[in-house]
């Protein structure tokens, strides 16, 4: 009876060593998984940015573009004496 008992007790040990490295286990991923997560975020953010800053310099290269041809109409306005 001894014999089993130790036997069991052993399993029992056995299983809880493992259960308890599987929660570590996962534990860890969850907290790489939230780092993944906080990075992916950051990098949303940034592209968002990107994103505004791009649509500001494109309005903003359309008005140059426009002043450009406002400019060049100004200019045509003048005649050089032969």
Same mark, same amino acid.
């Given at each position: ?11 029992? @040990? /056995?299983?809880? #060593? %493992?259960?308890?490295?599987? =929660?570590?286990?996962?534990?860890? &991923?969850?907290?790489?998984? !939230?780092? +993944? ?14 994103? @505004? /800053?791009?649509? #500001? %310099?494109?309005?903003?290269? =359309?008005?140059?573009?426009?002043? &450009?041809?406002?400019?060049? !109409?100004? +200019? ?7």
């Amino acid at each position: 009876m001894n014999d089993a008992q130790s036997t069991i007790a052993a399993a029992v @040990e /056995e299983q809880l #060593a %493992t259960s308890n490295e599987m =929660g570590n286990t996962g534990s860890e &991923a969850a907290t790489r998984c !939230a780092g +993944v997560t906080a990075t992916l975020t950051g990098l949303s953010g940034m592209a968002r940015a990107t994103n @505004e /800053e791009a649509t #500001a %310099t494109l309005h903003a290269a =359309g008005r140059l573009t426009a002043m &450009a041809g406002d400019l060049r !109409a100004l +200019v045509g306005q003048f005649q050089v004496p032969a």
